[in-house]
């Protein structure tokens, strides 16, 4: 058991990141015998399984982020950090945050992932992946362009070359983005140019894995595709991008004239490994202990994106929202224990399942025995949605704004922002710089 505070001196628990699992954390020790500190480097809890409808212009980033500092206001054990923490002096038991040290006697990591571009780092600024809101407000920026340059350029060759999306990555995340492209393009533009046809885009979904949707059964996977199909997304399976640039992508052999490429095929952990130098996996989590702490140090925890925690059939735990979110829980009330001097019993995941959205009508869900794909699926998906939406104003009111612009096409997010005039040609001028995704926050969707 971790050494407490002296008596007296109640207990400092930092937590870093105030994402799904960083925020489940914070809201379990509201009433906790300790004084909190949240660290995170934006202001805000991000749902960012939502983050792709941002970058389709189907919801405004004021509907899927929270600002922190609201959602613990009523947390009176609770401070809140705008900092970037950069490294964790364990010696001294003190988080390096910008110019300040914050002690701690528990330390919570919830730090979230960052895009994985498999030794192709230079790839980035051509195929930017979606882990924040300056991503998806950046992919929305550029799939709109594409557009607005199409309808004044004369030469054929380079229209279809602005014509053309390619999505790479078969997940959650490129199943939703492909299927979203191709609505907004066959359904939300359809009256809004008079040069060319936005139903003439060519989607393209790429995935060197033999399917897509790999975590589902395959006959989801299936299920998936022939809906992507029937939205006229064109999907390629065993195919590895080999080369990537500013005009488009290679397949094998194949090139493929392309201005807008989006990244969706994998993610690294963030960069908290560094500053505990500890052991991790090829994907940079942090193995844990089965309380989730860090070997050799009781009073440190991993969790989220950034633990490598295995079920029971020896496999890893995906980084999805459930996962993080119980993992948060169960520390606060570990810590809860440990200063009131009980023990508790390792961690254990409850899985209720996985679920993928395609289009605005179709969706495959996974829960236990259950396999289902269509309408119903697709209701499942937004009820669990709108679930996870806690700490987001009131529930009713973002169901409500939520549907109207989701089913309508109406919202007035089609905005361009960012770049105007002459900057136009310049897309990659506006690319957001490469990092780590906000602390936290979580890759793929809800559940």
């Known amino acids: 058991m971790a050494p407490l505070a002296p008596s007296g001196v109640r207990p400092k628990i930092v937590i870093v990141g105030a994402g799904f699992g960083g925020l489940s954390a914070a809201k379990a020790l509201a009433k906790a015998p300790a004084d909190v500190t949240v660290i995170d480097q934006h202001n805000y809890h991000l749902f960012q399984p939502l983050l792709y409808q941002v970058a389709t212009a189907g919801l405004s980033p004021a509907d899927i982020a929270s600002p922190i500092r609201s959602v613990l206001a009523r947390q009176a054990n609770t401070t809140v950090l705008l900092a970037e923490v950069s490294g964790i002096d364990i010696e001294r038991k003190q988080a390096i945050a910008e110019d300040r040290r914050i002690d701690y006697d528990f330390l919570i990591l919830a730090t979230g992932a960052r895009h994985a571009y498999f030794g192709h780092d230079d790839w980035a600024r051509h195929a930017p992946g979606l882990k924040r809101i300056d991503d998806a407000t950046y992919i929305r920026r550029r799939i709109l362009l594409a557009f607005e340059k199409a309808e004044s350029e004369a030469d054929p060759a380079r229209r279809r070359a602005l014509l053309n999306f390619v999505v790479v990555g078969g997940g959650p995340t490129g199943v939703e983005m492909a299927g979203a492209i191709a609505e907004l393009a066959r359904k939300a533009l359809k009256s809004d140019f008079r040069t060319i046809d936005p139903a003439s885009a060519r989607i393209l979904l790429v995935e060197a894995a033999p399917r897509r949707l790999t975590p589902f059964d395959p006959r989801l996977s299936e299920a998936a595709r022939q809906s992507l199909e029937r939205l006229g997304v064109e999907v390629r399976l065993g195919a590895p991008v080999t080369d990537c640039d500013e005009c488009g992508v290679a397949i094998g052999a194949e090139r493929i004239e392309a201005e807008t490429i989006i990244w969706g095929a994998g993610v690294m952990a963030s960069a908290a490994d560094l500053w505990l ?3 991790t996996d090829a994907a940079g989590r942090v193995e ?15 969790i989220g994106d950034t633990a490598l925690v295995k079920s029971s059939d020896g496999k890893p735990l995906p980084g999805i929202a459930p996962v993080a979110k119980q993992q948060g829980a169960y520390v606060a009330r570990l810590l809860i224990d440990r200063i009131s001097g009980r023990a508790r019993a390792p961690f254990h995941y409850r899985d209720f399942g ?5 289009g605005r009508k179709h969706a495959v869900v996974e829960i236990g025995p259950i396999r289902l794909s269509g309408y119903f699926a697709w209701l499942l998906w ?3 949605h709108i679930y996870f939406l806690i700490g987001f104003r009131n529930r009713l009111a973002v169901v409500l704004n939520w549907a109207w612009n989701y089913f309508t096409f109406q919202q007035g997010t089609r905005l361009i922002t960012g770049i105007t005039g002459s900057r136009m040609t310049q897309l990659d001028e506006a690319m957001p710089p490469l990092e780590a995704s906000p602390a936290g926050t979580k890759s793929d969707n809800p559940s």
């Open 277 to 279: 130098r500890a052991k």
């Open 288 to 302: 844990v202990q089965a309380d989730l702490s860090l070997p050799g140090h009781p009073e440190i925890f991993v």
């Open 354 to 358: 996985i679920l993928a959205t395609i």
């Open 382 to 384: 937004c009820f669990a």
